[in-house]
């Protein structure tokens, strides 16, 4: 089924330890971004692409990298995890008047 | 840049009220909009859109329409359920200019009804 594929759908992190959010798209749509929804504050966006090889910073960009070698791939990566990057996290991909978000990560930082 | 400024809540209603919430954008180009609305412990599902000026988007008995002159796209129903809990977000996706492809999103709205 077309659509974004958002893995992992919970995962638990000590401080300082790294990981990486994956995201995929299979509708060869261009811009893709990641959000965090913390409580209160709505979806701030982190990072953003507007195609493969292009990548530029959002709202709240500390603490995450990002890269976009292919169209299809989007990962979100943490080099060192922090309590204050506890939240939940949304891929999205977007063209046009058509936006899709994959299910959403919980992570939680101890 | 693009923003979206919608109503704060929470918002608490008996079942069969009418709700209304309100959404009020800031954008350049040509925007779509849309409502997404979450129920707790799930992900962003799409809700209703509308891509140009005057459109009205409408599903499960929600409402918006597009209102190009007062920058607005309000939700509205006319009968509440207890299903309808849920957190209510107003966007934007900008699909012209530099922003091509930006998804904006105001703050969320809680929706409470009460049987």
């Known amino acids: 089924n077309a659509g974004v594929t958002q893995t992992p759908k919970f995962q638990v992190l000590k401080t300082g330890q790294s990981m990486t959010l994956q995201c995929a798209q299979d509708?060869?749509?261009?811009?893709m971004s990641w959000y965090r929804q913390d409580p209160g504050m709505g979806l701030r966006l982190i990072h953003y692409?507007?195609?493969?090889?292009?990548?530029d910073q959002g709202e709240v960009p500390n603490g995450y990298n990002v890269s976009r070698s292919t169209t299809e791939d989007f990962p979100l990566r943490l080099l060192s995890a922090a309590p204050s990057q506890t939240s939940v996290y949304f891929c999205?991909?977007?063209?046009?008047?058509?936006?899709?978000f994959g299910q959403g990560t919980r992570l939680t930082v101890v | 840049g693009d923003s979206v400024t919608q109503m704060e809540g929470p918002v608490t209603l008996s079942e069969e009220a009418f709700l209304t919430i309100n959404c009020t954008y800031t954008?350049?180009?040509?925007?779509?909009l849309f409502w997404y609305v979450q129920y707790p412990g799930e992900g962003l599902q799409l809700l209703l859109k509308?891509?140009?000026?005057?459109d009205k988007g409408s599903n499960k008995g929600f409402e918006a329409t597009y209102r190009k002159e007062t920058t607005s796209f309000h939700l509205e129903k006319g009968s509440v359920q207890v299903s309808d809990s849920a957190v209510y977000f107003c966007?934007?996706?900008?699909?012209?200019?530099?922003?091509?492809?930006?998804?904006?999103f105001g703050q969320g709205t809680i929706l409470t009804v009460h049987p």
């Open positions: 999205a991909s977007s063209y046009g008047h058509e936006a899709f």
């Open positions: 509708m060869n749509h261009e811009y």
């Open positions: 692409s507007v195609g493969a090889g292009i990548t």
């Open positions: 954008a350049t180009g040509y925007p779509s």
């Open positions: 509308a891509t140009k000026a005057d």
């Open positions: 966007a934007l996706l900008n699909a012209g200019g530099t922003s091509y492809g930006k998804l904006t």
